[in-house]
């Protein structure tokens, strides 16, 4: 009699386990069917691989061949490795504490469920995907004879290809996933079986994994809040005003030129976060490029337009509302790299609004463009400019892909274990939703980018690129010019930002920031997180530059912001906007960054 409550419950539990299991079987069954109606004859869904792939594979295969040597020294690593393992594992079977044969990396969270650890079976599986993964992605290394660009592209998708098998990423390996699979009796597969429906649906049959609740912000409201007015707007941009937090502010206006592969709101989240709010706090007027989220109808528009179109005629727009003849502009990202442009085309107009220029994760000289090279040879350009061709643009969710690949185990694989194998809903997170709002690529600008700046690098060639009959010669920029680059930016790798120093003419300032190109950029004075380098000299190398280079704990913001007040002018009272030389046309964050992709 005593046995029976229990008895009941274990009843409960296997009919609830049984009903889970059931519900699994039939959402798999659908989620295969979903999956197979809704791909194209086309063949566009997915992700494409470069057509060349397989032949750079083959390439290695055959450098391997014709060094066995080497290779018989990476099997042996990999053998005594193994070796090493199961005399661990056997000592702690029978009670003898041994260190782990290998640790995962610092940063590398992956593993953090204690069982990784504590548990023999798991230790086990974790240590002998550490050795193996270690092992592979070694092979490239020892294949020396290699040309660069099919080295770097087989360790890319080696890196991509052991990711994806980590142990973490399936179920029955990871700890933490049996542990809820059990408590929850299932539930938690049932529900990560529905996230991912819900993902194909959202995705019309392509997989975009969710990263943060879509519905957990609002422009205007709880996300891009800082005050101000659209005072300016053309095809292309909408140009917006904010207003001031001071009583007095600096006589030179601030133009900020944010990528637009983005919105621009990475440079104004939240009140506490916003690089915006922020700079208006030490005292300047703040202008920033909203840029059009562009369709079919600009698939011409070319990076000429955009200079055009973008900041010069924002440059214009400032002047007649402001009435100043003297602006300080920032660049991030591509942004930066059009602001470089713009400095170069108005120094041989003699035009001399520009008083000085803050640079931002930005790359000029693209000779070492970093992972971002993988995707850029002739075959895949080509293949990719197909496409555009007959859309008239590049989809926003294929760039935000690219780089997602980038940090596989943070931005992708990381979200199908809480989505899919947990079964949770994605954590609110201001700078993911910025990430998933990503913006499509006019067919004309985008080719020539990729074209001209990754593949040929005619940028920092003198007159490799004319516009307007204008050849561009970075050599000539001779503003002040505060270059800022991140430590572990996998999009602008610093070592290549750091050209920069050697072509401008003008005094250039070169900080580092610890983290990448996106937190090391977004981080208020307020988190105390992080750390900065500064040098008094920038020396031919970045190595030497580093050498010399003085650490400074917290935020760059604050260096930023005292070689700003040197470019401020004197002070002036508080401009509002729409009261200048410029009407209002709308309120912040304006209608052009509310368009958002299918």
């Known amino acids: 009699m005593n046995d029976q409550p229990n008895s009941t419950k274990e009843t409960q539990d296997f009919g609830q386990l049984s009903e889970n299991l059931t519900q699994i079987a039939e959402k798999s069954h659908q989620i295969v069917q979903d999956f197979l109606s809704k791909q194209t004859a086309e063949g566009e869904k997915g992700f494409p691989l470069p057509a060349n792939l397989g032949a750079a594979f083959l390439e290695m295969t055959q450098h391997m061949m014709a060094n066995p040597a080497k290779m018989f020294e990476a099997q042996m690593e990999l053998w005594q490795g193994y070796m090493a393992l199961w005399q661990r594992t056997a000592n702690q079977a029978m009670g003898v504490e041994t260190p782990p044969v290998i640790e995962e990396q610092e940063g590398d969270r992956r593993f953090k469920d204690p069982s990784w650890d504590d548990n023999q079976l798991f230790a086990y599986i974790k240590q002998s995907y550490l050795l193996t993964a270690r092992w592979t992605q070694s092979l490239t290394s020892k294949v020396d004879t290699m040309d660069e660009g099919t080295a770097r592209m087989v360790d890319f998708y080696t890196r991509q290809f052991v990711d994806a098998i980590a142990p973490s990423n399936f179920a029955l390996t990871n700890p933490e996933v049996l542990r809820e699979t059990v408590e929850s009796k299932g539930e938690n597969l049932v529900r990560g079986l529905q996230n991912l429906l819900d993902d194909l649906e959202k995705g019309k049959g392509q997989l975009r994994v969710m990263q943060t609740d879509p519905d957990a912000f609002k422009l205007g409201e709880t996300i891009a809040t800082t005050k101000g007015k659209v005072v300016y707007q053309n095809d292309l941009m909408q140009l917006l005003q904010f207003s001031p937090t001071t009583e007095k502010v600096y006589q030179r206006p601030l133009l900020m030129i944010p990528p637009w592969i983005n919105k621009y709101y990475i440079l104004d989240l939240r009140d506490k976060n916003s690089f915006v709010r922020w700079a208006l706090d030490q005292g300047h007027t703040v202008f920033i490029i909203s840029w059009v989220n562009p369709d079919e109808k ?12 973008g900041p ?10 402001t009435g100043e003849d003297e602006i300080n502009v920032l660049g991030y990202c591509i942004g930066g790299t059009l602001l470089a442009t713009t400095l170069a085309y108005l120094k041989a107009k003699k035009d001399t609004r520009v008083h000085s220029a803050s640079f931002l994760t930005t ?28 859309r008239g643009y590049l989809e926003g969710h294929e760039m935000a892909t690219t780089f997602n690949m980038l940090r596989a185990n943070d931005l992708i694989w990381s979200f199908v274990i809480n989505n899919y194998l947990m ?30 700046m990754y593949l040929e690098n005619k940028l920092v060639k003198p007159g490799g690129i004319t516009f307007d009959g204008v050849p561009i010669d970075l050599r000539k920029i001779d503003v002040p010019a505060y270059v800022l680059a991140c430590r572990e930016d996998h999009i602008a790798p610093w070592k290549s930002t750091y050209a920069a120093t050697q072509l401008y003419k003008g005094p250039v300032r070169y900080v580092l920031s610890a983290s990448g190109h996106v937190a090391g950029v977004v981080n208020p004075p307020d988190k105390k997180k992080y750390n900065f380098w500064t040098a008094e000299k920038n020396p031919k190398t970045p190595e030497a530059w580093l050498e010399s280079a003085t650490s400074t704990d917290g935020s760059w913001w604050t260096d930023w912001g005292k070689w700003m007040a040197k470019q401020g002018g004197k002070k002036v009272a508080g401009r509002d906007p729409g009261k200048g030389g410029l009407k209002a046309i709308e309120a912040a964050p304006g209608s052009y960054v509310k368009t958002r992709n299918a």
Not at 312 to 321: R, V, Y
């Open 312 to 321: 010069l005629a924002a440059l214009d727009a400032i002047q007649k509302t």
């Open 363 to 390: 790359m000029v000289d693209f000779e070492d463009a970093g992972e971002l090279s993988v995707f850029i040879d002739e075959a895949q350009l080509a293949d990719l400019e197909q496409k555009m061709e007959k």
């Open 298 to 309: 600009l698939a011409k528009k070319s990076f000429e337009d955009y200079m055009h179109d």
């Open 423 to 452: 079964g949770k809903d994605p954590f609110p997170f201001d700078l993911l939703y910025w990430n998933s709002d990503s913006t499509r690529m006019p067919a004309a600008m985008h080719s020539f980018y990729l074209r001209c």
